[in-house]
């Protein structure tokens, strides 16, 4: 069996992508393969995201935004959305799920905490579902 493809999408693949795509390389340990992606990327990593998800020992600080194409799409076995709305593209036969979760974008280290640690409980459930 090949390895399943996770892509994760948020607006500006800046914060919650980007945390959620470290989570899954970190814990996945090679056994997936992570794409992240925005449908309106910025320019660069949420600096309190990178703060918050190096306390936790992964380095997303050289990350990159990307923009999401159809085709990172059309490669994932599973597509997870955080607050894109309608602008993600679906294909049948994918898998896909929308996680609310609070945008961290300007908000300070406490509640990005918050957001990091309820993202990195998703991901284990959703390697877990994965591997099985």
């Not at 899954?24 to 990593?45: C, H, N």
């Not at 190096?54 to 990307?66: L, S």
């Not at 929308?98 to 406490?110: F, K, S």
Request: aromatic share 4%; hydrophobic share 40%; proline share 7%.
């Amino acid at each position: 069996m090949s390895k399943p493809t996770v892509l994760f999408v948020c607006v500006h693949n800046a914060g919650r992508s980007q945390m959620a795509a470290g989570f899954m390389r970190e814990l996945g340990q090679g056994r997936v393969e992570v794409l992240s992606a925005g449908s309106a990327p910025k320019d660069s990593i949420n600096p309190v995201a990178v703060v918050a998800m190096a306390e936790v020992g992964i380095d997303i600080a050289n990350n990159t935004p990307k923009v999401l194409t159809p085709e990172a799409v059309q490669e994932s076995d599973a597509v997870i959305t955080m607050g894109c709305g309608d602008v993600c593209p679906f294909y049948p036969g994918k898998r896909y799920e929308d996680w609310v979760l609070e945008d961290p974008a300007g908000q300070g280290i406490e509640p990005v905490r918050v957001i990091r640690d309820e993202i990195k409980a998703r991901v284990e459930k959703l390697l877990a579902e994965l591997l099985d």
